[in-house]
Each structure stands twice: as C-alpha cells, then as structure tokens.
C-alpha cells in the first residue's frame, strides 16, 4: 500500500505560480512511477506529468508543457509540480499518483491516488 498527500494548492491570479508537493509513503513506494494528474469542474480527471523516482521516463502532457516540471527529491520521498504561467484553464483539483502508466487505449491510469488538493485561477 501507498500513501500520498498532497500540499500546496490554492488562489493565485492568471500569468502567477504555485508548487505542489506530494509526499508519498509505503512500504514499496519508490517501485512505482510517480504522477499528477487534474480534474477541473464539470470534467473527468486528465493526466498532467510523470516521474520515475530516478528522475527519468518524465512526460508532461502538451497542454502544460514549458509551464509544468515534474520532478522528484529523494531525500524526501517527495514529487513536486512546478506551475507557472498559470492559466484559468488550469482550475482544478490536482491529485498525486503512484503508478502511473499509459494503457494500449491511450488513457493514463494509476494504482494509488492522494486526496487532491486544490487549485484556483482567477482571470
């Protein structure tokens, strides 16, 4: 079993920041590959980045691409996005996951999930 809890959601105004942190915890944590993943109102949850916990295989999807990074500190079984630009469209609540993999259909999937935190864009 995997635990994940996410922090760092929140207001910001369009063209700003935020970093979310995930801080994960199990017994076999570190086997899995690592993602964030959004749901904005109204839609299903969408794949965001991934991360292996060795920092490679690391895929952000196009829409966040040049404004996202992933990324993975060891030291501190954490995995962090780094949100810049930031957009309206990127309302959501953002959740972090472990084993993270894309399926023969196209469709990102995951074994384990955090609560979500969220994450709020004002225009």
């Known amino acids: 079993q995997v635990q994940l809890a996410e922090s760092g959601g929140g207001l910001v105004q369009a063209g700003g920041s935020l970093r979310l942190s995930c801080a994960a915890s199990?017994?076999?944590?570190?086997?899995?590959?690592m993602g964030w993943f959004r749901q904005a109102p109204g839609k299903e949850r969408a794949f965001v980045a991934r991360?292996?916990?060795?920092?490679?295989?690391?895929v952000h999807t196009d829409g966040v691409k040049g404004r996202f990074t992933i990324s993975i500190d060891n030291a501190k079984n954490t995995v962090s996005l780094q949100m810049n630009n930031l957009k309206p469209e990127d309302t959501g609540v953002y959740y972090c996951?472990?084993?993270?993999?894309?399926?023969?259909?196209?469709?990102?999937?995951?074994?384990?999930w955090g609560q979500g935190t969220p994450v709020t864009v004002s225009s």
């Open positions: 996951a472990a084993g993270v993999r894309r399926g023969y259909d196209g469709l990102w999937r995951a074994t384990y």
């Open positions: 199990g017994r076999t944590f570190n086997s899995y590959l």
């Open positions: 991360i292996s916990w060795s920092g490679d295989f690391t």
